[in-house]
């Protein structure tokens, strides 16, 4: 158990809908990471936050977003989904740096 | 820009047997170099990691690392491989403050023959 949490598990969905992705770091990180992972792309970085503020963004397109809360969860949020969203998605947590990142099971996002 | 190349997107090997899984990277810094594993369904659990302290690296179950600096090159190895290790491993390059993400290759599904 790496000690992060993602909610839910599994999310079924349907085209042009909007969906809310949660992670719970690890207790005392301030990092937290989101990564997709698709068979077309592999493991993408989408975006990071640290301490609640936005500190690094990746190939996260503009229907995505995200934020971190003063209690340091994290949530992503994925809008006007498209089937090509479908994919696993990764939230990790790190004190910051340079430091191991540890992830949670993930979140797969079907998109019928 | 940093990135990651795993030759072999498919390694088999006999139980017993040496596993070798190759990384090379590229970096504009001095890199800071993991390796992770991901079972069926299941999250990515950190191996090993690379912060320039020793080049060659020791992980969890058996695993080690070497970092070659003149290779660029991270290669993972265990002496003797278990049924238990077969999964799909990760080699991943990340750089300090300003650039922690972590940028991953494509993935190596480690297969072992009984």
């Known amino acids: 158990d790496s000690g992060v949490t993602q909610t839910p598990k599994h999310l079924i969905t349907a085209t042009g809908q909007r969906v809310t992705l949660r992670c719970s770091p690890r207790s005392g990180d301030l990092s937290v990471y989101w990564y997709q992972q698709s068979l077309d792309q592999g493991l993408q970085f989408l975006i990071q936050?640290?301490?609640?503020?936005?500190?690094a963004k990746g190939n996260i397109l503009e229907r995505f977003s995200a934020q971190q809360f003063p209690d340091l969860h994290s949530e992503l949020n994925l809008s006007s989904l498209e089937l090509g969203d479908s994919a696993l998605y990764f939230c990790a947590s790190s004190v910051g740096g340079a430091n191991i990142q540890y992830f949670g099971a993930g979140t797969r996002l079907s998109v019928l | 820009a940093q990135s990651v190349t795993q030759l072999g997107s498919h390694v088999s090997v006999s139980e017993g047997a040496l596993v070798l899984l190759r990384c090379n990277y590229s970096?504009?810094?001095?890199?800071?170099l993991f390796w992770y594993v991901q079972y069926p369904n299941q999250g990515l659990q950190l191996l090993l990691k690379y912060t320039s302290a020793a080049t060659l690296v020791k992980g969890i179950n058996g695993f080690e690392a070497e970092f070659k600096k003149s290779e660029t090159s991270f290669h993972l190895t265990k002496p003797s491989a278990h049924m238990s290790d077969a999964a799909e491993y990760f080699c991943?390059?990340?750089?300090?403050?300003?650039?922690?993400?972590?940028?991953f290759g494509t993935g190596t599904r480690l297969t072992i023959i009984p």
């Open positions: 991943a390059v990340s750089e300090n403050f300003g650039n922690e993400k972590l940028t």
């Open positions: 970096s504009s810094v001095p890199p800071y």
């Open positions: 936050y640290y301490n609640g503020e936005e500190r």
